[in-house]
């Protein structure tokens, strides 16, 4: 529920303001709601009546884990989102990054939200989505925004620093010239991040570590076959297996 809430609330982020930028109209946050309502909606029926489908086609409906796992959603996790989407979706019309997108239309460079982007870190192929980021005319800056529908977690400095790595790159800008924010909509705070060299460094180490621990499952690196199934030891910590989607693979599902 969690993703799905904030894949939702990204999407409709996303089409609120490329329709700004086409028409100059902005909705109400009823009108955001009631879109977001109706998309859960889908999803919770899908994955109540259409599980055959999905199981044919699983890349064409919803599976939520929780319906998947235990068969229903709890009453109290849909009235905590129902009562969540309003908040959200008030912070967000009244986000500092909404309002100057709205003030400063003319000056404003807009880069394609939500795409893929792909850069090479090491001969490795990097996907990179970007919630959001335009170039600033008159400050002579980029800016890069993070919408989070969660909490704060201490991975945000270093997710946007790996976006400021990208824009540096593909841009050949220098990172003074680079602003990164996140926008929190459950609080509706606002948290700009200082980024240095040492940031861009320490997340390209991280990457390079990430990538040969990844590589230790590979049983051949140029089929990408991977090791047997017995070798992925399982986790000991048993919070993670609360939101894995891999629960059954394990012995009663337990990950032990």
């Not at 109209?25 to 999905?54: C, H, K, M, Y």
């Not at 460094?201 to 390079?208: A, K, Y």
């Not at 051949?220 to 986790?235: A, G, L, S, Y």
Request: aromatic share 14%; charged share 25%.
């Amino acid at each position: 529920m969690p993703i799905l809430f904030g894949q939702i609330v990204h999407h409709i982020i996303e089409q609120t303001i490329v329709h700004y930028l086409q028409t100059g109209e902005v909705p109400t946050v009823a009108e955001l709601v009631n879109r977001a309502r109706g998309q859960l909606n889908a999803a919770f029926i899908d994955s109540t009546r259409n599980r055959d489908l999905w199981i044919q086609k699983p890349n064409k409906f919803y599976m939520m884990q929780e319906v998947y796992y235990d068969g229903k959603l709890e009453p109290a996790i849909v009235a905590d989102y129902k009562e969540r989407m309003h908040t959200i979706f008030e912070n967000f019309l009244h986000s500092e990054t909404f309002q100057q997108i709205t003030a400063s239309k003319g000056s404003l460079r807009i880069g394609e939200p939500e795409q893929f982007r792909t850069m090479k870190i090491d001969d490795t192929q990097v996907f990179v989505v970007m919630d959001f980021h335009y170039f600033d005319e008159v400050a002579d800056k980029w800016i890069i925004i993070d919408w989070k529908t969660g909490g704060e977690s201490d991975d945000d400095r270093q997710q946007l620093a790996l976006y400021a790595y990208y824009v540096q790159e593909k841009y050949r800008v220098p990172l003074e010239n680079i602003e990164v924010y996140n926008e929190y909509l459950k609080t509706g705070q606002r948290k700009k991040y200082l980024l240095t060299h040492f940031d861009i460094e320490n997340t390209l180490h991280t990457f390079q570590r990430s990538v040969l621990e990844m590589k230790k499952y590979q049983a051949d690196i140029f089929t990408n076959e991977p090791i047997d199934f017995e070798d992925f030891e399982q986790t000991s910590e048993e919070w993670q297996c609360l939101r894995c989607n891999y629960k059954e693979l394990c012995v009663h599902g337990k990950g032990k």
